[in-house]
């Protein structure tokens, strides 16, 4: 019983973005009181749910909240849609044409694409390292001008093997992961679509060569982007206020909770070493809580570091 009210406050939020307590009370025949303890509830489930006091104030969940992906089958939304079309056409209320749209986004959130809308001036990045003097940022620079122009380039690219190899490639897109640069493009030494790492390239040349771009998918470029299939551990964390802004950057504030006067954080984590080498990276203002196995490895992770510094 207290799940399915549960559940059917969060649609409530959803379509309509903010309700009073007292909206809450009259419909499950609770008490305010007790609004408030499901509302905590939920609070506690990560949902990102605000109370706001005053006046106009009133119980709302973030509007860029989405349910979780696989919350539902494609089946079960495409039903509660129609379902929803249909209370629709006997009762004309805008609530439910709003918990329509936000469904429909739902289903087509979950069909992910690789890359953003491209939309000129819409993101600017720094793309350089750790003390870079300008040719890194360049280099992206170049590499973005030939994918857009679509001109073939020579690089000098340090190979595997440790040598340095002359390639003739054709850039189609440049990929961001984990703050490493790869630049996906076809090789016309392989005769196919390799992925180089931008950091290993030591020369770049521009062509008057012009290729006509050629068909890829996202599964296509060999990187473990987050996929149904991959490996996720769902991660709760403890972190403190020096830690918190940094939090925020790398988790998003919508998985960041205070409860008692500490900042707890859950999410769904890719599970590699690249996770292990993040939390160390945060220092000790973010402790894992759970799970057991993944605190014991970050720790023992930090007892090698201090053995090698010794």
Same mark, same amino acid.
């Given at each position: 019983?207290?799940?399915s009210i549960l ?5 409530? $939020?959803?379509?309509k973005? &903010?309700?009073t307590?007292?909206? !809450?009370?009259?419909?499950? @025949?609770l008490?305010?009181?007790? /609004? ?13 749910i605000?109370?706001?006091r005053?006046?106009?104030g009133g ?11 696989g919350?539902?089958?494609k ?8 379902a ?13 044409l709003?918990?329509?749209?936000? $469904?429909?986004?739902?289903? &087509?959130?979950?069909?992910?694409? !690789?890359?953003l809308?491209? @939309?000129?001036?819409?993101?600017l /990045? ?14 992206l ?9 679509k ?14 190899t ?17 630049l996906?493009?076809f090789c ?5 679509f ?12 521009k062509t008057? @060569? ?6 890829f998918?996202?599964e296509?470029?060999?990187l473990?982007?987050r996929?149904m299939?991959a490996?996720f ?9 020096k ?21 707890y ?12 080498g ?10 894992v ?22």
């Amino acid at each position: 019983m207290k799940f399915s009210i549960l559940l059917e406050m969060v649609f409530d $939020l959803l379509s309509k973005r &903010k309700v009073t307590a007292t909206y !809450f009370a009259d419909k499950f @025949e609770l008490s305010v009181r007790t /609004v408030y303890r499901y509302i905590d509830d939920l609070t506690l489930a990560g949902l990102p749910i605000q109370v706001l006091r005053g006046r106009d104030g009133g119980i709302c969940i973030s509007d860029s909240y989405k349910l979780p992906k696989g919350f539902m089958t494609k089946e079960e939304y495409e039903a509660a849609i129609e379902a929803l079309q249909m209370m629709y056409a006997q009762l004309p209320e805008e609530r439910f044409l709003d918990a329509k749209r936000k $469904l429909s986004a739902q289903v &087509k959130s979950e069909i992910r694409d !690789f890359s953003l809308s491209g @939309e000129v001036g819409a993101i600017l /990045v720094d793309g350089g390292t750790w003390g870079d003097s300008g040719t890194f940022a360049e280099k992206l620079r170049l590499f973005e001008e030939c994918i857009k122009e679509k001109i073939v380039i020579e690089i000098e690219y340090h190979s595997r093997g440790g040598e340095y190899t002359q390639r003739r490639i054709e850039p189609h897109v440049l990929v961001c992961k984990q703050s490493v640069w790869y630049l996906y493009a076809f090789c016309h030494k392989q005769r196919a679509f390799r992925l180089f790492r931008v950091g290993r390239i030591r020369s770049t040349l521009k062509t008057e @060569e012009h290729f006509v771009k050629r068909a890829f998918t996202r599964e296509d470029i060999p990187l473990n982007f987050r996929t149904m299939d991959a490996d996720f551990v769902d991660v709760r964390f403890q972190i403190s206020e020096k830690s918190f802004a940094d939090a925020q950057d790398w988790l998003g504030n919508e998985h960041l909770r205070q409860v008692g006067g500490k900042w707890y954080a859950d999410a769904s984590l890719p599970d590699d070493e690249a996770l292990i080498g993040k939390i160390l990276g945060m220092g000790a203002g973010v402790q894992v809580l759970s799970p057991t196995s993944l605190r014991e490895r970050v720790a023992q992770a930090a007892l090698r570091i201090a053995q090698a510094h010794q």
